[in-house]
């Protein structure tokens, strides 16, 4: 009896040791230089629930600014059961991007987008579908293909609002963008098929960057359900479409064209190349709606900035002489203002990471090591530097009368990420933001006083993305009748038929 409990005893001695040796582990990583300070948190968890509490869009999270007191711009932590370094230095995040290939994903997006995507392989593959894409959304594509689709499907849904009086401007976005790239990548779609695309999107829970554990009940689970039905989906309608000699869209057209020259070693299979196509639905779908919900909620809390708005559009389509044409490449880039709004506007809601990458070897910054295989979070604090923004934390979109409004990434401006993932649909995604803004001032429009932007790493709106709309036009022509009656009251015959002259114009 003696001699099993003192068994008992150095077992559970030995656990509780090897316990304690693992949370020191943890806690203080073996590395091969010193780490910038921080703390790890929770073994496993480390600090994620923290990190991921909501906040306000247009600031950056209180964890975060929480430890940079602390700790300094440079800091570790732990988050959803890995080791990272969040930065607030310009210089850092860009070198590292520089640097580094690999995208700095959680094992649950890395489940999203599947082992084999061609979006998260080699430098090479990156590099090859990277320019495939460009094809179809570079300045070039953009000014020959997409602005006309654009222009054809942002009115017609805005329509279909405005007739019911409030517009989701998220879901409108986002049905725009999944109808024009899907009839670029893929050819016209049968309804059904199409109707089906579009619906897969509110099957996909928003919290990406979450734990991976893949258990029904989990955001994982769900998220992995949504990949497999839209995969299937995609896949059907391009074997489909292949064997029934049906026109692809001009990305599909490309590729079968290399396959069929066979010139190219990094030519993508049918497989490698639906996945590419679901990951860019995906990553288009869940950034541009989400930040066309935040600058329409911007516009319409600064009335000065939609009136300057409004006149730069009306005068757009006074310009058009009263004829029904479409927005021409000129157009678009005569909207001086509404480029200054959207540059503004992705300015003041990068409170989320904006380069994210794991690093491939050891970088060396100042006294610290950046350790490999960490995630690296480089946060764009340089958007919020009072040295280089005037109130940085004021929305004035005036501040860009100066600058050059067709840059991406600059020293001071870094929405987009940089090195080489700086976001390829960078153009596309400011070409639709422009458009529907253009659209969407052809109306009597307000958001809603309830909304809210919120980050919880990606945007969120717990109040909804509505905006009460009505047909502008039908309400100047009520304005006029009611003035009609009030300037005539004395007259009863002339009141009669300037009333009727009115109503049948």
């Known amino acids: 009896m003696v001699e099993t409990y003192e068994l008992l005893t150095v077992i559970v001695s030995l656990i509780v040791v090897k316990l304690f040796h693992w949370i020191y582990q ?41 430890r940079i007191l602390r700790y300094g711009p440079v800091f570790r932590t732990s988050l959803f059961g890995g080791k990272a370094i969040i930065s607030m230095d310009i210089g850092l995040n860009v070198e590292i991007a520089k640097a580094n290939h690999l995208p700095g994903i959680t094992k649950s997006i890395l489940r999203l987008f599947g082992k ?49 009086g409030f517009l989701d401007v998220k879901e409108t976005s986002s049905k725009i963008l999944t109808e024009c790239l899907a009839k670029k990548v893929m050819g016209e779609m049968e309804p059904e098929a199409a109707k089906q695309l579009a619906l897969c999107w509110r099957y996909f829970p928003r919290e990406w960057f979450q734990f991976s554990w893949n258990v029904p009940g989990t955001g994982v689970y769900r998220m992995m359900k949504a990949r497999k039905q839209m995969m299937k989906l995609i896949k059907e309608t391009v074997l489909k479409k ?58 319409s809390d600064h ?78 604090n340089v958007h919020f530097n009072p040295e280089k923004y005037d109130d940085p934390l004021t929305f004035n979109p005036w501040r860009w009368k100066s600058e050059d409004l067709g840059s ?45 932007v919120l980050r919880r790493f990606m945007l969120m709106f ?13 309400e100047d022509n009520f304005i006029t009748l009611l003035v009609i009656r009030v300037y005539f009251s004395d007259s009863h015959r002339i009141q009669i038929i300037l009333e009727e002259s009115v109503f049948f114009y």
């Open 26 to 66: 943890w806690r203080y990583p073996k590395t091969n230089g010193k780490v910038p300070p921080g703390s790890m948190g929770f073994p496993i968890i480390g600090e994620t629930f923290m990190f991921m509490k909501p906040h306000d869009a247009l600031q950056f999270p209180t964890f975060v600014k929480e």
């Open 116 to 164: 084999n995507n061609l979006f998260i392989q080699s430098k090479e593959s990156h590099k090859h579908v990277r320019n495939l894409t460009f094809q179809l959304l570079g300045p070039q594509g953009l000014k020959l293909r997409m602005l006309e689709d654009v222009d054809i499907l942002a009115p017609t849904y805005m329509e279909e609002g405005a007739s019911n």
């Open 242 to 299: 292949r064997a029934s000699g049906d026109e692809f869209g001009e990305f599909f057209k490309i590729i079968f064209g290399e396959m069929e020259r066979g010139a190219n070693t990094m030519t993508m299979s049918i497989e490698n190349a639906i996945e590419y196509i679901y990951t860019f639905f995906l990553i288009a779908n869940e950034t541009t709606p989400g930040i066309l919900v935040a600058i329409v909620k911007l516009i």
């Open 303 to 380: 009335p000065k900035v939609k009136q300057e708005l409004k006149r730069e559009h009306e005068g757009i389509v006074r310009g058009k002489n009263g004829k029904e044409v479409g927005l021409t490449w000129e157009d678009y880039k005569s909207m001086t203002f509404t480029q200054m709004v959207i540059n503004e506007s992705l300015r003041i809601t990068s409170t989320a990471p904006t380069v994210l990458r794991i690093t491939d070897r050891d970088f060396q910054f100042g006294d610290y090591t950046i350790p490999a295989g960490w995630i690296f979070m480089g946060y764009a």
């Open 408 to 452: 991406i990434l600059s020293k001071t401006y870094i929405p987009f990420g940089a090195g080489s993932r700086l976001c390829v649909g960078a153009e596309f995604a400011k070409l639709q933001m422009a458009i529907f803004i253009h659209h969407l001032f052809r109306y009597r429009w307000s958001m809603k006083k309830e909304t809210t």
């Open 462 to 474: 717990p109040c909804g993305s509505d905006v009460e709309i009505s047909d502008e036009s039908k």
